[in-house]
């Protein structure tokens, strides 16, 4: 557990040598003391001279010295793991010798070497104490918690770890699962790994790691396993996880209903030993039933099912300068639920990327500089669809070409994507051309402080500009509708600009949107929308944030101009330090023109009165009064709201975090 590694250097140290104590226990815990053995017979003279070092920091002020020993009380508990323990000795000639140096490993007990628990409960009671003006206020006295829950467990080779947080409502009908407490979310996991391989375990809500066109971003609740060696040549995963995403203890592991459940697995293999860093191939299969990707008549609820597979090579060359990946991927899907109607449809879906990184590593102007541009092609096929990737869309055919720049103070993304539809020719449905541009770029030029610290009279300046372009054209339409037609654009352009200063900052901007349809389907528009923020810093004790947007909305086929303006403020006030605080918003929108609405401004605000603060494993009690205030105001318009809406409430507020 702990060992003597070295200890004396010139020729008066070889006088005495120190011992490290062993544990008392069977392992040396997080609180223990950490005692250090002097000779009997040492001069008490040098005791004043010794010093104590803790992973290279000087702890000597914690350390209590007595004929015999040195004891080190370390003013909050070790962290598990390996720590260094030194002895040194001030020499009178002002020399520092080394009397001893040790390892000391701590530990929780002789089986858990990491053991870690950490907690944020917080939870409110709220009185209502004023109301006007609303129909269906709620109860006179409600509550309401939330809690996040880590905990880890481990050795050098294991490890468990386990992720969750509850949420509680004394309103059944604002409760999870309509019941007063539940378990939100949870993940548990379990890990091993030696020199030859690792294995683990997963259950609760997750997301596998598995990225292709049957398989992309699945989050579900289930049991995912995995293994490998420990070189990463090969490895595998297996998952059984639900179809539709859920929270709640009703279904704990998500995978007890055949009609909503996947399952299936992933294998990824390095196959040349001296390529292992550069090529990469990777198989997927999975099956299973689910309601995700289905259509019904009525209410009737449609049970999918459906499998897909895919393969994939994803390689680096050049350093990792030249990044080539292909995926080619078939899916059967079973649109009008399985054993009805029509059988299941096959489809194919492929996918092939080239990005090249030409200057990776190189620097320009002493900056690091980094440019990458590529060119991507999917082809989706018409009735492609899987129950593990339900957000992709099907029936395109995409061609992609895109540049990324990264230089010091500018950063720019480029990207055209020209894609078609009907990838099937179906006579039945149209083919339609879309081609899409985006453009991002950012300028935050470097400002040199004044001799006396500060920013000069423009501060720390930023610019921005975004802007897209979509071209939507009907090539061929239908049989069954030849007359419908489609032919639009659509266009955005973005300018932003701010800047940053010691205590105050500004951000405006500006939006140009327009629409046109030349088939006359839609009306044409124009919109403008300016914006101007705030952040000022008045002193300590106060923060204003002032907001203001501008939007005017032309509906040019229609001659119709509507505007609207929104305007806020939102100050923090600190009237005694950690103690009592308050924060007040306002807010108006205005809208004049055609279709005009009623106007309306509204003023909230708290005050908080923190009687303790909350801290490690310490309750923390604070009271608060909050309320808001709504005014409908415009006499051309009947509502059956009233014109003023008032709400207030009283809170008691605790909060706990909890670590160990």
């Known amino acids: 557990m702990?060992?003597?590694?070295?200890?004396?250097?010139?020729?008066?140290?070889?006088?005495?040598?120190?011992?490290?104590?062993?544990?008392?226990?069977?392992?040396?815990?997080?609180?223990?003391?950490?005692?250090?053995?002097?000779?009997?017979?040492?001069?008490?003279?040098?005791?004043?001279?010794?010093?104590?070092?803790?992973?290279?920091?000087?702890?000597?002020?914690?350390?209590?010295?007595?004929?015999?020993?040195?004891?080190?009380?370390?003013?909050?508990?070790?962290?598990?793991?390996?720590?260094?323990?030194?002895?040194?000795?001030?020499?009178?000639?002002?020399?520092?010798?080394?009397?001893?140096?040790?390892?000391?490993?701590?530990?929780?007990?002789?089986?858990?070497?990491?053991?870690?628990?950490?907690?944020?409960?917080?939870?409110?009671?709220?009185?209502?104490?004023?109301?006007?003006g609303i129909d269906t206020p709620p109860q006179h006295v409600t509550a309401e918690s939330g809690g996040n829950l880590e905990a880890a467990a481990g050795d050098e080779n294991w490890r468990v770890s386990l992720q969750g947080n509850y949420l509680y409502n004394s309103q059944l009908e604002l409760g999870l699962n309509e019941r007063n407490i539940d378990l939100g979310e949870y993940r548990l996991d379990g890990d091993y790994e030696n020199e030859d391989f690792f294995a683990g375990l997963t259950a609760g809500n997750h997301d596998t790691g598995i990225e292709s066109l049957i398989m992309s971003g699945f989050n579900r609740r289930g049991v995912s396993v995995r293994a490998g060696t420990a070189d990463e040549r090969i490895s595998a995963t297996g998952f059984m996880l639900r179809t539709e995403s859920i929270v709640g203890t009703r279904h704990v592991l998500g995978i007890s209903h055949d009609e909503d459940r996947i399952e299936g697995g992933s294998i990824s293999v390095r196959p040349i030993e001296a390529l292992k860093d550069n090529i990469l191939l990777t198989g997927i299969y999975y099956n299973g039933e689910g309601s995700d990707g289905g259509f019904g008549i009525g209410t009737d609820e449609v049970i999918n099912d459906g499998d897909g597979w895919s393969v994939a090579a994803d390689t680096l060359w050049f350093d990792e300068a030249l990044r080539v990946r292909g995926e080619f991927a078939e899916a059967t899907f079973d649109f009008d639920g399985k054993d009805t109607g029509f059988a299941p449809e096959t489809a194919n879906a492929y996918s092939v990327l080239a990005s090249l990184e030409p200057l990776r590593g190189s620097t320009l102007g002493g900056s690091t500089f980094n440019w990458t541009f590529g060119a991507q092609r999917e082809q989706v096929d018409t009735f492609f669809q899987s129950l593990a990737n339900p957000s992709l869309q099907a029936d395109r055919e995409t061609t992609s070409v895109f540049t990324d720049?990264?230089?010091?103070?500018?950063?720019?993304?480029?990207?055209?994507?020209?894609?078609?539809?009907?990838?099937?020719?179906?006579?039945?449905?149209?083919?339609?051309?879309?081609?899409?541009?985006?453009?991002?770029?950012?300028?935050?030029?470097?400002?040199?402080?004044?001799?006396?610290?500060?920013?000069?009279?423009?501060?720390?300046?930023?610019?921005?500009?975004?802007?897209?372009?979509?071209?939507?054209?009907?090539?061929e339409t239908s049989s069954d509708f030849p007359e419908d037609d489609a032919d639009n654009q659509s266009r955005s352009l973005t300018l932003s600009t701010g800047s940053n200063y010691a205590t105050w900052s500004w951000n405006l901007s500006h939006t140009l949107y327009t629409f046109e349809d030349q088939t006359g389907f839609s009306s044409d528009s124009i919109n403008n929308t300016t914006g101007l923020s705030a952040y000022i810093l008045i002193d300590d004790w106060l923060t204003l944030s002032p907001n203001v947007q501008y939007d005017v909305f032309e509906d040019r086929d229609l001659l119709k101009t509507s505007r609207t303006i929104n305007a806020g403020l939102s100050a923090d006030i600190t009237v005694i330090p950690e103690t009592l605080t308050a924060s007040l918003n306002y807010n108006l929108n205005v809208r004049t023109g055609d279709g005009d609405t009623p106007d309306s401004s509204s003023f909230g605000g708290e005050v908080v009165w923190t009687l303790r603060e909350p801290d490690a494993n310490k309750l923390g009690v604070a009271l608060a009064f909050n309320g808001f205030l709504q005014e409908t105001r415009n006499d051309d318009f009947e509502s059956l709201e009233d014109d003023v809406q008032y709400q207030a409430f009283t809170t008691l507020r605790l909060s706990l975090p909890v670590s160990y």
């Open 405 to 475: 720049f990264f230089w010091d103070e500018f950063a720019a993304q480029l990207r055209v994507d020209h894609q078609l539809s009907n990838v099937d020719d179906f006579d039945f449905l149209p083919t339609d051309r879309t081609v899409n541009a985006y453009f991002n770029g950012t300028y935050t030029p470097f400002v040199e402080p004044l001799e006396d610290g500060s920013l000069p009279w423009f501060g720390q300046p930023f610019f921005g500009l975004t802007a897209s372009v979509t071209d939507i054209e009907r090539v």
């Open 2 to 132: 702990a060992g003597l590694t070295f200890c004396v250097q010139d020729a008066w140290a070889q006088d005495w040598v120190p011992e490290l104590q062993a544990a008392t226990g069977e392992t040396h815990g997080r609180n223990d003391p950490i005692v250090i053995i002097l000779p009997d017979d040492l001069d008490p003279a040098v005791y004043p001279r010794l010093a104590v070092e803790l992973d290279d920091i000087d702890v000597t002020a914690f350390a209590v010295t007595a004929p015999g020993q040195l004891t080190l009380n370390p003013p909050e508990a070790l962290s598990t793991g390996e720590h260094v323990v030194r002895l040194v000795e001030r020499g009178e000639d002002g020399s520092i010798v080394e009397r001893g140096a040790w390892f000391l490993e701590v530990r929780h007990s002789e089986l858990i070497r990491d053991l870690s628990v950490r907690a944020d409960l917080a939870g409110e009671v709220n009185a209502r104490v004023l109301d006007g």
